[in-house]
């Protein structure tokens, strides 16, 4: 059973950090890309940051520069370092993991963490 369980979310003030991690169970992390998406209230889910099984990363125009995504392969775990906070940042972060074969793509999520920016 694939579990993929988000941590690091809360209260944070503009200009503030947090550290978002994503644990994966039930997967073989190494061979999956990874990501995170964030979801605020009354949009739709959007991509935040991504990071190949190579560690090859990508953002969003909106982010670059603030956050950073990272993997750990020995312990099953991708991060988001998340810096210079922004009002407009608040959302629920989810953690995302694609695996791919050649017949087919399977993505799994977490369940997902809030973080919210505000004084």
């Known amino acids: 059973q694939v579990q993929l369980v988000e941590s690091g979310g809360g209260l944070v003030q503009p200009g503030g950090s947090l550290r978002l991690s994503c644990a994966a169970s039930?997967?073989?992390?190494?061979?999956?890309?990874m990501g995170w998406y964030r979801q605020a209230p009354g949009k739709e889910r959007e991509l935040v940051a991504t990071?190949?099984?190579?560690?090859?990363?990508n953002y969003a125009d909106s982010v670059k520069g603030r956050f950073a995504i990272s993997r750990d392969n020995a312990k099953n775990t991708v991060y988001l370092q998340i810096n210079s906070l922004k009002p407009e940042d608040t959302a629920v972060y989810y953690c995302?993991?694609?695996?791919?074969?050649?017949?087919?793509?399977?993505?799994?999520w977490g369940q997902g963490t809030q973080v919210t920016v505000s004084s």
């Open positions: 995302k993991a694609e695996l791919r074969r050649w017949y087919s793509t399977t993505n799994y």
């Open positions: 039930g997967i073989n992390f190494s061979i999956a890309n």
């Open positions: 990071i190949t099984t190579g560690r090859t990363t």
